[in-house]
């Protein structure tokens, strides 16, 4: 069936998207929705890999390129950067992240909001601002086209508290890997989880995993699912 729905994909850095939900970005771009990404830094705090020094203002035009050609790869449709302080997200006001992001997936119409777990996927600081800045907007109305709220969790995540949608790599590893070879400057990150890449799935990811968190008011709702797109209206 052709998707006509939004999905919106809210992180921190350029790579987050990548590491994380490549094959549920390729997913909804396959069945014809519409996958957009707002992302809150532009990662210029990173490392720069086998590029050598960079100034913050270098990397960050860099990363931006890297993040163009997975946004390219993975098939989003569009994607917007907030700019604010890589590694301080936490001296950010809540109130503006949340009025962004608000804003974000208001203007998209968004059906669907994908997110970090409250854990933050890696612990990274920023990733656990991000999450309570999604959940205070979702759970707050304030982005009353939003029915979901997924939490992207690590491989073959199970939970026997909450639904868990996995999506399994299959022919779109080809375009994960594209998509982190893409993010040059973070090479050493992407072989610290992934290994080396090549044409074989490596051992742990051969699925990416999405918790239902919220559907329309109910919190963690038990449900079979096949799709990110079952039960939206
Ligand atoms: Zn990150």
Redesign the pocket.
């Known amino acids: 069936m052709k998707q006509n729905k939004t999905v919106a994909f809210i ?3 350029p ?2 998207e990548t590491f994380g939900c490549s094959y549920l970005i390729r997913s909804i771009s396959e069945a014809g929705g519409r996958p957009v990404l707002l992302t809150a830094t532009r990662g210029d705090a990173g490392k720069t890999g086998h590029l050598g020094a960079m100034t913050r203002e270098e990397l960050a035009a860099k990363r931006d390129l890297e993040l163009e050609k997975a946004i390219e790869i993975l098939g989003i449709a569009a994607a917007e950067q907030l700019g604010m302080g890589d590694g301080k997200l936490k001296e950010v006001e809540p109130a503006l992240l949340q009025e962004r992001i608000a804003e974000f997936l208001t203007r998209h119409r968004a059906d669907v909001v994908v997110t970090f777990p409250e854990d933050g996927l890696s612990g ?1 600081r ?2 656990i601002v991000i999450h309570h800045a999604v959940n205070k907007v979702v759970y707050g109305g304030r982005a009353p086209s939003v029915q979901k709220l997924y939490y992207n969790q690590v491989g073959s995540y199970a939970s026997d508290k909450s639904s868990v949608l996995r999506v399994e790599a299959g022919e779109r590893w080809e375009a994960k890997r594209r998509a982190l070879e893409a993010h040059q400057s973070q090479v050493f990150s992407v072989e610290r989880v992934f290994g080396k890449l090549g044409a074989m799935v490596p051992p742990g990811h051969q699925f990416e995993s999405f918790e239902l968190a919220w559907e329309r008011g109910v919190h963690y709702p038990r449900k079979e699912e096949n799709s990110v797109f079952d039960g939206l209206i």
């Open positions: 992180y921190a850095h790579d987050d990274h920023d990733h």
